[in-house]
């Protein structure tokens, strides 16, 4: 089936620092692949949408310049959370559907990062 | 908003029918019917989808009300393996519209 792998699965930083989310699509490809964001306790939140070879959709409230996307392959998609601070600790989920499979294709989701930021 | 409605929590006996029940009144048309499930600290994991017919694969079965209206997910055979989130998504195949809601949580008791 589908495989979405994500990198890093856990990650620990200083504030003020930058980190990169990693997503590809295993045995697929994907002109479009969706980043989520999960706090504690709460269901999945759409934070953008990341368009291969084009700029990044972004749900209203997350800011741009603070979630910087590039989907630079139709398997890779990154994720860099600039100047992280604490507030931006949580789970960040990414998902991609097979461009190319007929039919109604479901998304897959990659296991998520863990992101805490100290 | 999430389209969808279900109850926050639910209990299934091991090795018993989970039936797992979503509203999805406003869903348009062209809007499939998606479950999904979470297991802590995973991402959601793709269980199975339909727009009107009767599904099954290895995993559940999926039955969808004629006028649409409401879902419910079976599975067949609860294992403890089966405790988690299960999240009913209405998608046009965009992901614009991919909204998770609070899901329910399902509790496969021993």
């Known amino acids: 089936g589908a495989v979405v792998s994500q990198h890093p699965s856990w990650v620990i930083c200083k504030s003020g620092t930058s980190v990169k989310i990693e997503c590809r699509s295993l045995d697929f490809q994907a002109t479009t692949m969706f980043w989520y964001r999960q706090f504690p306790k709460q269901s999945l939140m759409l934070m953008a949408t990341?368009?291969?070879?084009?700029?990044?959709?972004?749900e209203q409230g997350v800011e741009k310049d603070k979630f910087l996307i590039n989907h630079a392959s139709l398997t890779l998609s990154t994720l860099t959370v600039t100047s992280a601070h604490p507030e931006d600790s949580s789970f960040y989920i990414c998902?991609?559907?097979?461009?190319?499979?007929?039919?109604?294709?479901?998304?897959?989701f990659g296991d998520g990062t863990r992101l805490s930021i100290l | 908003d999430a389209k969808t409605t279900q109850p926050p929590s639910m209990d299934c006996a091991e090795g018993r029918a989970a039936n797992l029940p979503c509203n999805h009144s406003?869903?348009?048309?062209?809007?499939?019917v998606y479950w999904y499930r979470q297991i802590h600290s995973q991402g959601p994991q793709y269980i199975i989808h339909?727009?009107?017919n009767n599904e099954t694969n290895e995993m559940a079965s999926l039955i969808i009300t004629e006028d649409r209206k409401s879902s419910t997910l079976i599975l067949p055979h609860a294992t403890l393996r089966d405790t988690a989130v299960y999240y009913c998504i209405g998608d046009d195949n965009y992901g614009q519209n991919f909204v998770f809601g609070p899901g329910t949580r399902l509790s496969v008791l021993p």
């Open positions: 406003t869903i348009s048309g062209n809007e499939y």
């Open positions: 998902s991609a559907r097979d461009s190319g499979g007929a039919g109604h294709q479901p998304q897959h």
């Open positions: 339909g727009l009107k």
């Open positions: 990341s368009n291969e070879g084009s700029k990044a959709t972004y």
